[in-house]
Every structure is written in C-alpha cells, then in structure tokens.
C-alpha cells in the first residue's frame, strides 16, 4: 500500500506536487504550532525593511486552518493545477513555472495596494480561470445545483464566495491575473501585429522540460477536455 501511494504520489505532474505538498506541509506547521500564521502573510513592511522574504513565497500556501475553506481550496488546487499542466502545458512545464512567476510576480504588485495578507486562493482562482478560457466546451456542474460552460466556473466561485460573506477582492485579483495572461498568451499574440510577450528563458526549459514518462497516466477530466478541445479546433 505504501508503494502505491509513492507510486501515485510521483505520478502528479512535477509543478502541481510541489506546490500541493507545500501547501499541504504549511498548514500542518501550522496546525502542529511550529509556526504562526503571523510568520507567513504578506507584510511589505516586514519584507522590505526586516527582510523576511520568504514572505513573498509563504503568502500563496496557507488557506487557513484545518477545515472546509482547507479542503476546498486544496480540492481545487489539485485538480485544475494538474489539468492544466497535464493539458496545454504537457511537455512544456517550464511555460507552467512562467505562468506561476508571472501570476505570483503580478498579485504581490497587486497586494502591496489591496492590503490583501494571503494570496493562495487569488493564486487558485487564477489557474482556474485559465483552465475555463482554455476549455470553452466542458459543461461543468456545480454541487448539483448550477449547470453551466466551463467560463463561467470562476464567477460562479465568486457568486459562491459571495454567498458565505467572504470578501470577493480575492476572487476578482484572480481573474483579473488569470486574464492578463490568458491575453497575453493566447490573444494578442494571434491579433495583427501581436506578438508573444511571454518568452521562457531558455535556462527553465534546461531546468524542467524532460522527455515524458511512457507510464504517465493523465487525469481523465484533463482526456476528455483535449478531446473536446481537439473537435472544437476541427470545427473552425
């Protein structure tokens, strides 16, 4: 049994396991009381003149204590990170690790202004929303209850955030980073004289592109999605 879990734990798509296992052993330090939420949120203060900063990187892995919020956020954590890099991104992860800088680089601008103190669940809406634009096609079904596109999934978080009386800056920090990038990846560049502004260095794709493993096995919402996206491309 436990070789199996090892076996399916390596199985995860490299981005998606580190960034699920760091969230995952964060909010264990936390629950254990090895560290304080007050160590991890993001203080430009601290940061700056202290120079605390693994702050930067510690704001994106806490989604709270132990609890609904917890398990909801890491759920679809999980399954839209990997989606995505078993998706669009298969073969290309250091564009993935791109993304990931440039959504983190571009909240932590936004942060220093919306006095937002974690930024993990913005992180999330974002790859969510890039996921969503990405898979026009797929029908989603929300709890039972809402029947809808796939591009709608995000505004449907933030109705739903809105209904628990949670704060929606975050929800719309989301999408509004995860359309930046989706404009800048997959808009501009194919408008006339638009050109790809996000090049990855040639460094990180020495770093994280390998040869694919011939016993890799994708999730299989991630199979059907490249089927439909495949017969929407034959349609135009």
Same mark, same amino acid.
């Given at each position: 049994?436990?070789?199996?879990?090892?076996?399916?734990?390596?199985?995860?798509?490299? %981005?998606?396991?580190?960034?699920?296992?760091a969230? %995952?052993?964060?909010?264990?330090?936390?629950?254990?009381?090895?560290?304080?939420?007050?160590?991890?949120?993001?203080?430009?203060?601290?940061?700056?003149?202290?120079?605390?900063?693994?702050?930067?990187?510690?704001?994106?892995?806490? &989604?709270?204590?132990?609890?609904?919020?917890?398990?909801?956020?890491?759920?679809?954590?999980?399954?839209?990170?990997?989606?995505? *890099?078993? $998706?669009? #991104?298969? $073969?290309?992860? /250091?564009?993935?690790?791109?993304? #990931?800088?440039?959504?983190?680089?571009?909240?932590?601008? &936004?942060?220093? #202004? /919306?006095?937002?103190?974690?930024?993990?669940q913005?992180?999330?809406?974002?790859?969510?929303? %890039?996921?969503?634009?990405?898979?026009?096609?797929i029908?989603?079904?929300?709890? $039972?209850?809402?029947?809808?596109?796939?591009?709608?999934?995000?505004?449907?978080?933030? $109705?739903?955030?809105?209904?628990?009386?949670?704060?929606?800056?975050?929800?719309?920090?989301?999408?509004?980073?995860?359309?930046?990038y989706? #404009?800048?990846?997959? %808009?501009?560049?194919?408008?006339?004289?638009?050109?790809?502004?996000?090049?990855?260095?040639e460094?990180?794709?020495?770093?994280?592109?390998?040869?694919?493993?011939? *016993?890799?096995?994708?999730?299989?919402? *991630?199979?059907?999605?490249?089927?439909?996206?495949?017969?929407?491309?034959?349609?135009?």
């Amino acid at each position: 049994m436990a070789h199996s879990f090892t076996q399916e734990y390596f199985q995860i798509p490299v %981005v998606t396991r580190a960034y699920t296992t760091a969230c %995952v052993l964060t909010t264990a330090a936390v629950q254990l009381d090895v560290i304080t939420p007050f160590q991890l949120y993001f203080n430009p203060d601290l940061i700056i003149r202290r120079y605390q900063i693994w702050r930067l990187i510690t704001s994106f892995l806490f &989604f709270g204590s132990l609890g609904f919020s917890f398990v909801f956020n890491l759920i679809f954590l999980y399954r839209y990170c990997r989606m995505l *890099e078993e $998706g669009c #991104f298969r $073969g290309r992860t /250091a564009d993935f690790v791109v993304m #990931f800088l440039f959504g983190g680089i571009v909240m932590t601008l &936004f942060g220093l #202004f /919306a006095n937002i103190f974690f930024l993990g669940q913005a992180f999330i809406i974002m790859l969510v929303y %890039v996921w969503s634009r990405r898979h026009p096609l797929i029908r989603m079904n929300f709890f $039972g209850l809402l029947t809808f596109q796939a591009p709608f999934l995000p505004w449907v978080l933030m $109705g739903f955030s809105l209904l628990l009386g949670n704060s929606i800056v975050i929800d719309l920090l989301g999408i509004s980073v995860g359309h930046m990038y989706y #404009f800048l990846e997959d %808009v501009f560049p194919n408008q006339p004289g638009g050109r790809k502004l996000l090049t990855t260095p040639e460094l990180l794709k020495a770093m994280f592109d390998r040869p694919e493993d011939p *016993e890799y096995r994708v999730l299989q919402e *991630e199979q059907q999605g490249g089927a439909l996206q495949r017969a929407e491309e034959q349609h135009n």
